[in-house]
Nanobody, 129 residues
């Protein structure tokens, strides 16, 4: 069992930056793949980053956020961060932290999203002037 708690959302102007945090608790949380998936009003879920679990974990991004978003993982603290730079209004969404033992969470086609084991409650990010 893994519990996920997000923090760090808020209102930011276009071009600004924001850092989200996802604190994971539970046994062996560091072996899980953890990712950030967002959902804007009236739109489907969209993955924006993920970090595979265990030794030798790596980060993966969809083309839509490469160069702007950076995911990092502190296994000692069981916290995953999402640093978002050069934000645009289209980044406005509820951002969810998600965890699964399978690295298929990093499949940005979204085909695995219905099977993800654990979700946080979400944090709102609004990019607006």
């Amino acid at each position: 069992q893994v519990q996920l708690v997000e923090s760090g959302g808020g209102l930011v102007q276009p071009g600004g930056s924001l850092r989200l945090s996802c604190t994971a608790s539970g046994s062996d949380a560091n072996v899980y793949t953890i990712g950030w998936i967002r959902q804007a009003p009236g739109k489907g879920r969209e993955g924006v980053s993920c970090y595979t679990g265990g030794f030798g974990g790596a980060a993966y991004y969809p083309d839509s956020v490469k160069g702007r978003f950076t995911i990092s993982r502190d296994n000692a603290k069981n916290i995953v961060y999402l640093q978002m730079n050069s934000l645009v209004p289209e980044d406005t969404a509820v951002y969810y932290c998600a965890a699964d033992i399978s690295p298929r969470l990093c499949d940005y086609s979204g085909s695995y999203y219905a099977y993800i084991s654990y979700w946080g409650q979400g944090t709102q990010v609004t990019v607006s002037s």
